[in-house]
């Protein structure tokens, strides 16, 4: 998909399959009092006759007489208030893209500046946009025996207002569309069944991404390599399946050598069964879901690399398979990570932090400005959060501000939870330095408590994105986030 950024004059001039123009409570923008008298005042009529709702986020197209240069018209509603809120903005975007794939045009231009007042709300405007746009018109098709065809938007062109300037909007655009590419990145991974993506084919697809460019290397350790490493942990989630586990590193060298990086963790169980501590057998094909947190890593570092931002970033996956065996770990089983620290797995099914404790130890050799891991940790947290937000744990309220501030503006959101020494306690074990599970209480934080441990040498953040990396029902499948969140807060900090 293509952006374009112009200042238009004339609308009235300008061909189109369709232009979209916004209505605030019963009147049309200016631009769309242009095109209502270029088409003898249909808009104006339509709007009269009530065939669009007050609502914001309400659509109408309009089929414009033969010979318009714009074919048809998107009247979209954008609420009556003066003010449109970040909300009412995404329900007016996530709707005109509705209606423009539903109506399978080829190309689109957007009247809408006059719902950003200053820079930074056109630049968030336009990024989101782009964004929003390029997600609408993802589909999986992978392993469908007949491929599903993607709606033909093609070239997507803005009016620039008096907000910002045309280069400033095309910069918001391409920063939108590579975030919007890392999303479908990471929704494609995502949604690949375990059979289709094990731990082997997220380090192919890491290499990959390394051979297509000159500033991303990576690095596969195998269980061999880990085994040296001591990453007793990771490996005994591992040890019950015949797919062999995989630490994957991905290098993106943005800026010098001495800049110390971001690091992502992401976890990557490519199917959770629960090992020994089996799951029941309801909606366990979702924990094919299980590697989304990896799978935000894969996106994000894509959208990393298409903004060629100047700044370093490590992408760590944790990825293994968790299933019941022989030689499975059995509950009650101690394993020692590489911290030193040893475990008691009272639970196989708490797995992720399992692997991620030991990804925490490796990423300190990077001496990181700051480590972010993102798991899909705990059903707890989905009882707590539901799927709206990200929980947000950090040993550093920097960061954790940070990174909330980056999920608001993409509206790709996180909720900050405490970290208290009080919950620290429910880790006991009379076997091992730490439990794996804390109990039935607070079940994200204690997973969460778990991690702090091993992660004290550096500010770290760790996002349980249980709720926020898919939908369950008949829209089954995954949504890509946090890339969102993420991207933009390396924008941020570039
Ligand atoms: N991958 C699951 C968490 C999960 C469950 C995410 C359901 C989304 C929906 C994780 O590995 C897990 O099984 N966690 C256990 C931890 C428990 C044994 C302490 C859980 O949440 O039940
Ligand atoms: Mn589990
Ligand atoms: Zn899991």
Known sequence: ???????????????????????????????????????????????????LKPDAGSTLLVQTPAGTPAQRVLLVGVGKNR???????????????????????????????????????????????????????????????????????KKVTVDVGASTTATG????????????????EARELGNLPGNYCTPNDLAKRARAMARASDKLS???????????????????????????????????????????????????????????????????????FDMCGAASVFGTMSALLDMDLGINVVGIVAA??????????????????????????????AEGRLVLCDALTYAERYQPKAVIDIATLTGACVVALGKPAAALYANNDKLATQLIEAGEKTLDRAWRMPLWDEYQAQLKSNFADIANIGGPEAGSVTAACFLSRFAR??????????????????????????VGLLSQYLLDQA
């Open 457 to 482: 040498k550096y500010h770290w953040a760790h996002l349980d994105i249980a709720g926020a990396a898919w939908m369950g029902g008949a829209a089954k499948g995954a949504t890509g986030r946090p």
């Open 218 to 288: 990576c690095k596969i350790l195998d269980e061999k390599q880990m085994k040296a490493l001591g990453m007793g942990s990771l490996l005994s989630v591992t040890a019950g399946t015949v797919e062999p586990a995989k630490l994957i590193v991905m290098e993106y060298a943005g800026a010098a050598k001495s800049k110390r990086p971001v690091v992502l963790v992401g976890k990557g169980i490519t199917f959770d069964s629960g090992g020994i501590s089996l799951k029941p057998g309801g909606k366990m094909d979702e924990m094919k």
């Open 320 to 349: 293994a398979e968790n299933m019941p065996a022989g030689n499975a770990t059995k509950p009650g089983d101690v394993v020692t990570s590489m911290s030193g620290q040893t475990i008691e797995v009272l639970n196989t099914d």
């Open 1 to 51: 998909m293509e952006f374009f950024a112009k200042k238009i004059n004339d609308p009235a001039t300008q061909a189109t399959a369709c232009a979209i123009v916004t209505v605030s409570g019963k009147q049309l923008s200016k631009n769309g009092q242009t095109l209502d008298r270029a088409t003898g005042g249909m808009l104006a009529a339509a709007i009269k006759r009530g065939d």
């Open 169 to 184: 909007a095309r910069k918001a655009l391409s920063q939108g569309k590579a975030i919007g590419n890392g999303t479908n």
């Open 83 to 153: 003010k449109v809120s970040q909300h009412e903005i995404r329900k007016i975007l996530n709707a005109s893209l509705r209606a423009l794939t539903a109506a399978n045009t080829r190309d689109a231009i957007f009247y809408l500046s006059e719902l950003a007042e200053g820079s930074e709300a056109a630049r968030a405007l336009y990024q989101r946009l782009a964004t929003t746009a390029v997600t609408s018109v993802y589909r999986y098709s992978e392993t469908l025996s007949t491929k599903v065809a993607r709606p033909a938007l």
